[in-house]
């Protein structure tokens, strides 16, 4: 057991945070929280070039193989930096789940051009009742001739405004898991994108499909079995989620604390006060067990669903945490902090989107429930013992 | 003891809510709903509803009858506030509240025959200018002076986190006159017109979408007959009025809303999946900040029980506000996580869940965390003026 | 509407914690507790002579008929004295079961001697499960000539020792509510006692019922319908129990104050400290909305089942907060209170036994949940309003 | 990174396992308890036990190996712990863990030649001697003198809070020997045998049933050579050793045997009523409960892997066990509640619900909050060493 960083890893994450903390202004980033792509290509392009977007992908196309705590690394600092990007939509959904389930030419096709940055892509999974279960998919996709016609509506789909396909997942029959998944040019006929406005930096849209038609090749997969992948999808997704919101912790902590060691108040720094001391070491408490779960949960996920408890702990976990710690570090701040150009405001937008994505904390601990119920076993995880003493 | 509104004070809660249904219909809703605005209302609306609040007699209800008062108890006047805040409406702040109220306790003759007669009515907008950028919590920093010159007093200085400075007609302004003086003694209160020249209002937009103003006073002449109370006894009338203030803030009307707004958002059919209202877990969560609610509310009218008695409530005004404002960001947090996905989405998006009222509410609630004494200041206030510990 | 004590209940409050702290000493409570009876019953003579006993009995039976409100600050101050007595087993349970279910005799017979001090009673309802639902009871009572036939252990049985009688619940129909109350004497034979050791300064018995024989008068209520009555009583010890709670949470209150002006570290005493400051405004503060509760819980009483909702959002809200109240005055104390002859232990170890008492804060949020299921509008109480806007 | 036990740390971990179960059957358990004692195990069997550890290699199983120690690293170290902490076994305290780390940082050649050996085979007990009844958090405030006379110090003064000081064969004293400084400069620490002539022990009943101690030195004599590290810097001492106290301290073994204990509790039938489990309710406070317990095992094994780096943890040994110990006060407050109407029953009586440990653990943790630094404490510690917020 070695729950540290090695030295690599160390260097990956300052050299992270250092290209955060210098590619762009606060001001440049609420700009751009305004525009539809709602991330600046060619940050995203340099992203890229740091060799983040391809990380995780085999050699061959164009990756570097990394472990996903490497990654989770790259999340967090740029989380911490605040700064929109596409990794989301384009390498944590799209990229990996073509990875995962693609056919050897759409992996051809997708990931050499995501690794370096030349396309976007993104996946569209969500509906009207904002769940994640199977059976809460109602778009349908129908065979037609020689490919697909896929009717319905998505909602929350990341960046699809620049983004060159969509990769949507559709109802073909009545069991829950009946799911196939297709990809979609993102200006094919009858698709239409309508702005769905929110907090968080992140660029979401609502696709309607109507009537819209793809050939056989646009099939990612087997057909009405792609549960699967998507469940995988998620589980990455509340990973790395779990890692932004450790960066966002991270920065909300380190604003209060430069704050408190300045601010005087009643002769001197506020920072000598318990109950600020109190506050921030709360913040730091939480932030640092939160980054324990999040290396966990990240370590887990080559392990297909069975990092399934440790990605839940993580996101349950930061999803609860680091948004309160953005509230504490508003409440040291005072004031001064409810004004749009202090920065906090970035990290507290951001922690509302963040623990609502792929499952908020109430989602997480429904699953780690359900686990409870049905396997017991399996919910001690690691840490199962045999109780030295029966009472009963 | 009783737990229950006398027939007179139901009576009373209906002809409030009527009038709130009436005066807030939803197309006059849509039509003045401005979140640029602190009170999410248009200025003009604010205005024009506080006089509708003077014209029902609401405004004065609570003050005494010398003063054109309706001489009612703060039960009543907990009952308003308690409806309006459950309603949303405008108007219920400073220019109702606190400022009449200080002025009746240390206001000049003079000044009363000035300023209630308008007041009453709802003619006048004020701000208070206690903040500086250098004095948030610790009001004894503040470096706003006022230097005495023949019949005026000259006011130099800036005043931060001025709500509402923009709309008002006057400023209620804490200055020094004594320069020797870092501490409470050598404050003094100004009434100032804020049309006077050298009067000059800034903007400053809020991470929750409306916009705060400063205010900056240049050589500003103030005639001494404006001068509230005496010259460098100015922190008597600020301490005076506040356990006021917090009382008028503490009604529970705001939590009674959010929880009323989940509960009926967890109650609705959603596609592919039941109510959250059968999940086991979400009522157990809605149980617990039902309790809360029930706490907030019981203490402000505990508040107003005391005040109705005739006694003054110091540090049990920043309990009841205390609780209030925690119960208020527990709904806000607990919001979040039972909207689930919907909860960043802002109003006007597709699927916006509660028209974005909770994320915009998880936003501006934060000023709850400092505003009028923070959490952490309000505590110290109870532990000191309360229960007695030393500072 | 008036949420204040008028100036008799004030005067009250004030004569029985004035009572409260001097009729015993701390030493004195803990001679007590080692003992069978837990409760002097010369003190307890005392405290009917006050009048408190029968505060809620009709003239005619020697009580004042005072209010729930008036009693229920009478146990706050017994509570904050930490003072072992009788009144949840003679006068909460069994003398108001008698004066809401029982004969004319029956309360003629034991009511005036109950008011009078001179007669110790108790209820027998809780069995195995520990639960408070009538399926819980499964003790049983047949009929057996002109009488009946008990079998069955009940559990928690308050000062059975002491008790000249002890009311038993038991089933006698396969319908959950299938119960019937009896009188029985304490010597009766087949009925044997066992102490249940536990924390809280209660004496609290196991009783076991083998063939135990009563004649017909032994009947409280109609036979198989006593169930009602019964759910009274827990309402009763729950809204009661939440009252000796804000005593045990003013007394730890009042000791921490005390303790934080007093005691010197680093230069000063620690009440000056922030952190300490707001420790002690948190457990004011839930003590005061406690207190507010609990009389509304009190004040509901009166109402038969009515007062359900402010009970139990009473007994939650008090058994959360007041043990936690108890914890967080440890913490500010420090090592000095870890010692059993400083008082704090008292109310820390009541406290345990209190939060438990007639159903936990689970318990009660259960039945609060329950309501808002089945009747939303019950569930709002006097808060009942039209939403102004709808969303949907 | 691996989150996974090595096949060899795993082996080690079955073998530990292995041997508490051996040493800790239930009839040895049903033996050798004892209520009166902090460790609920007779001194007498502490002390055998603690030699069956050092016969075992565990005790000195970190130490270099130059002091007769196994050299393995901290990983193998919190195995144990947490294994150990898991099936309640007596013996990892001050005697096995703060002391010989700080005889080995800062002993002299003689004494280390003196106690190691000693103390590897678990021979000898000690009790920590640095609070008093004037000094509890605020180790400065220390009174307890030792005056030079000749080739010995003579120590006069009471310590308070003195853990296992009736079964200590010595004593780890914090003493003043500048009487002019009331300041951390000036305390000098010395080993005093507990046989010498002067040193009495006294009993304290906590509320926890157990017996504490306080130990009083009356003119006691100790030679010079038991004096550890230079006069008048006895600071340093204390604190270089604290933070791995803190770090053996913080192992997770006590909340994961919580967890497991309170999921039997709620997994078995019950009469008249579903187990706990089916509740959902139930359930989702066991999750929460289930990460925070997750937590505290990362943050312990997070520490281990930085000693075993080399890296010299300090601030994280607070938050790790600050982390451990909120959680296990998380299990008992939620212990308290799961069990219902069973919660306040103690050992022996009927219908006692897990043997009574939820109770008595209830009442015994709560030293947790003050000992070795309490929660505000460590938060202050966190804050101003971590974060490098003023003091």
């Known amino acids: 057991m070695d729950i540290s960083l090695d030295s690599d890893q160390q260097m990956l994450h300052e050299t992270a945070v250092t290209f955060a903390a210098n590619v762009m202004t606060p001001a440049r980033i609420r700009e751009l929280e305004e525009t539809d792509a709602g991330f ?79 396309a976007i892509l993104t996946t569209a999974i969500l509906e009207a009742s904002g769940g994640l279960r199977p059976q809460e998919i109602r778009t349908t996709i129908t065979k037609a001739g020689n490919g697909f016609t896929i009717n319905g509506t998505k909602l929350f789909v990341r960046d699809a405004s620049t983004a060159e396909v969509i990769i949507v997942a559709g109802r073909t029959g009545d069991e829950a898991e009946d799911v196939t998944l297709l990809i979609v040019p993102q200006n094919a006929p009858g698709l239409t994108l309508r702005r769905m406005p929110a907090s968080g930096g992140e660029s979401l849209w609502q696709a309607t499909f109507d009537n819209v038609m793809v050939d056989s090749d646009a099939l990612v997969g087997d057909d009405g079995n792609a549960w699967a992948a998507i469940a995988r999808l998620q589980l990455r997704g509340a990973a790395f989620k779990s890692a932004e919101l450790v960066g966002i912790g991270q920065a909300s902590l ?42 966990q949960a990240a370590a887990s996920l080559g392990e297909g669903l069975a990092g399934s408890r440790e990605v839940s702990m993580a996101k349950a976990k930061c999803s609860d945490a680091m948004p309160a710690a953005t509230r504490i570090a508003h409440q040291i701040h005072g004031a001064i902090a409810y004004y749009r150009d202090y920065p906090l405001e970035l990290y507290y937008h951001r922690a509302i989107a963040a623990q609502a994505a792929y499952g908020d904390a109430g989602h997480h601990r429904r699953v780690l429930s359900e686990l409870m119920r049905t396997d017991l076993d399996g919910f001690r995880g690691d840490n199962r013992h045999d109780l030295p003493v029966h009472y009963f | ?31 003045h709903r ?51 805040e ?16 200080a002025v009746i306790a240390f206001g000049s003759d003079a000044q009363k025959a000035e300023f209630l007669p308008k007041m009453v009515r709802g003619e006048l907008s004020w701000f208070v200018g206690y903040s500086e950028p250098e004095a948030g919590s610790d009001l004894a920093n503040l470096k706003t002076k006022a230097v005495e010159d023949g019949d005026y007093f000259v006011i130099t200085g800036q005043k931060a986190f001025s709500s509402d400075a923009h709309m008002a007609d006057y400023g209620w302004v804490a200055t020094r006159t004594d320069a020797t003086s870092t501490k409470h003694h050598g404050l003094t209160m100004f009434i100032v017109d804020m049309t006077l020249p050298g009067v000059t209002v800034s903007e400053y937009p809020t991470l929750a979408g409306w916009t705060h103003h400063a205010v900056h006073f240049d050589n500003v002449r103030v005639h001494k007959s404006m001068m509230v109370g005496a010259r460098d006894q100015g922190w008597k009338v600020v301490m005076g009025a506040i356990d006021y203030e917090r009382g008028a803030l503490a009604s529970a009307g705001l939590v009674n809303y959010q929880l009323d ?98 994320e915009v509410e998880y936003r501006d609630h934060l000023y709850f965390q400092f505003a009028a004494g923070g959490f952490d200041i309000t505590r110290n206030v109870v532990a000191t003026r309360g229960l007695g510990l030393p500072r």
């Open chain 2, 1 to 31: 003891m009783d737990f229950k509104l006398t027939a007179e004070e139901q009576a009373f809660r209906l002809e409030v809510q009527d009038f709130l249904r009436r005066e807030l219909t939803p197309n006059i809703w849509l039509a």
């Open chain 2, 261 to 358: 707004r989940l509960l009926a958002w967890c109650a609705q059919p959603r596609e592919g999946a039941a109510p959250l209202l059968d999940d086991p877990v979400v009522r157990d969560e809605l149980v617990r900040l039902a309790i809360e609610a029930e706490t907030a509310k019981l203490a402000s009218y505990w508040l107003a029980s005391l005040s109705a008695k005739g006694l003054r409530p110091q540090h049990e005004s920043s309990v009841a506000l205390l609780v209030k404002r925690e119960t208020s960001r527990k709904f806000d947090a607990a919001g979040l996580e039972l909207l689930g996905q919907f909860a960043p989405l802002r109003a006007g998006s597709p699927a916006v869940a509660l028209a974005g009222e909770v």
């Open chain 1, 40 to 118: 600046d290509a060619s940050v995203w392009k340099q992203i890229a070039e740091m060799g983040w977007a391809g990380a995780l992908f085999p050699e061959q196309y164009g990756g570097s193989e990394a472990s996903a705590v490497e990654l989770a690394l790259v999340v967090e600092a740029l989380g911490q930096g605040a700064i929109p990007n596409p990794l989301f939509s384009t390498v944590i959904e799209a990229g990996l789940l073509l990875l995962d389930a693609g056919s050897p030419i759409q992996r051809e096709t997708y990931l050499p051009r995501i690794a370096s940055g030349d």
């Open chain 2, 34 to 84: 401005d979140p640029t605005e602190q009170g999410m209302w248009t200025a003009d609306f604010t205005k024009a509803f506080r006089r509708k609040l003077g014209a029902a007699g609401y405004i004065g209800m609570g003050w005494p009858k010398e003063y054109g008062g309706g001489g009612r108890n703060r039960i009543y006047q907990t009952i308003l506030w308690d409806e309006m």
């Open chain 2, 86 to 101: 459950y309603h949303r409406a405008p108007g219920i702040d400073r220019s109702v509240t606190y400022i009449p109220n």
């Open chain 1, 254 to 295: 380190d604003l209060t604390v430069t704050y408190a060691k300045t601010r005087e108040q009643f002769g001197g720094p506020i920072g000598r006060f318990q109950g600020v001391h109190h506050h921030c070491a709360e913040i730091y408490r939480d932030l640092q067990v939160s980054r324990l779960l999040v290396w």
